[in-house]
């Protein structure tokens, strides 16, 4: 017999802990972690730690960055440019038969917030991310170079990203 009890306790215990993971706010959030962050007041939505990886002149990058919204209304991102290459794409990274892939995305969805939490999307590696597609010039770590997205309801979200050196989930060859 199921003890009703026991099983009650558990599941509370589950879904606090579940709930515990609350957003916090983008300015602890940085100061906690000493992460890089750019507000946009206006349009309600905070970069956080915006970065590329380095890669030489003609290869392709990518750019990853976590988005926070704190508007109430969801957009969705819907193209990325950058001066530094010559094509920019939004992608996604997934995984075929054991074997990790991209493709391009039309878009990537940025809910709005809820009562008590901020929405947040994570472009990084192994995921949503924008592809850098043949740089016209070397981008090196230490630097910075220009990443605009463009959201659906017309704003424009420009910052500078950090180039770091690579981590082996470079695009492109021998990085």
């Known amino acids: 017999m199921i003890n009703f009890k026991k099983v009650l306790m558990l599941s509370i215990v589950a879904l606090s802990m579940a709930t515990t993971v609350a957003l916090e706010p983008a300015q602890a959030k940085a100061e906690r972690a000493n992460e890089r962050i750019v507000v ?52 996604t990274s997934f995984e075929d038969n054991g074997v990790h892939k991209m493709r391009p995305v039309k878009f990537i969805a940025l809910p709005g917030k809820t009562e008590d939490k901020i929405s947040e999307v994570e472009l990084k590696s192994g995921g949503y991310h924008v592809m850098l597609i043949d740089l016209n010039q070397d981008i090196e770590a230490g630097t910075e170079i220009p990443v605009t997205l463009e959201m659906s309801n017309g704003n424009t979200l420009t910052a500078a990203y950090k180039v770091k050196g690579c981590c082996g989930h470079c695009h492109g060859p021998s990085q």
């Open 40 to 91: 946009f007041e206006k349009e309600k939505v905070t970069l956080i730690n915006p970065f590329a990886r380095k890669a030489k002149k003609g290869q392709n990058s990518a750019a990853f960055v976590v988005i926070q919204n704190n508007c109430e209304v969801g957009c969705r991102i819907v193209k990325a440019r950058s001066p530094i290459a010559n094509t920019v794409e939004l992608h």
